[in-house]
């Protein structure tokens, strides 16, 4: 039996994301990486561009959920959790099948952070891979993002990939990589933070 976070909270709903939605996440996913725009190397901006683009622009994929949080002003984070068998496209061009359960472009508009959404919508996919049945969530970040890669350690992620490991593209990017053991209890609710 899954245990999401409480959909309700005096200040955030938590919630997946429905179709009236995507232009909401779409602002606040680009909002949240305006600030890597100029410390992403030039040949590796136009792919990260093209690849949210076609994420965010993936709405009707069912191996794909969108999961946002929502105040009183609207949408202010949103992550992607994506399922094993998920076509991506890769930093550089091509396409990949996940094989396990992925995280992916964890968002908080600027004005929400430091609120814990970000964390609660990590706690919500580690619950979501558990729910299938999965072995591990997998995140991927770059060494830029530091937000998102002390978040991955302060959650209990370990990193499997360091940058510049890979070849090409996908050398930028630092793989975490969380343990879910069937035996494991339900991640708790979050508490509620005003």
Known sequence: MSTLPSHDSPRFRYRLAAAYDWGDIAAVT??????????IMEDCRASFQRGMQ???????N????WWVAEGDHGISGAVLFCHPGATLPAL?????TLTQPEARLLSV????????????????????????????????AMPEMD????????????????AGSRSGAMARLI??????SADDPPAPSPIARN
């Open 30 to 39: 680009q909002q949240a990486y305006a600030q890597y725009e100029l410390e």
């Open 54 to 60: 076609s994420v965010l622009a993936a709405s009707k």
């Open 62 to 65: 069912a191996d794909m959920e």
């Open 92 to 96: 550089d061009g091509s396409t990949i």
């Open 109 to 140: 508009s600027p004005q929400a952070r430091g609120l814990g959404l970000g964390h609660t919508l990590m706690q919500i996919c580690i619950q979501r891979a558990r729910d299938i049945g999965a072995n591990a969530l997998v995140v991927r």
């Open 147 to 162: 937000s998102a890669n002390r978040l991955c350690q302060q959650m209990g992620f370990s990193k499997r990939t360091e």
């Open 175 to 180: 793989d975490y990589v969380f343990p879910i």
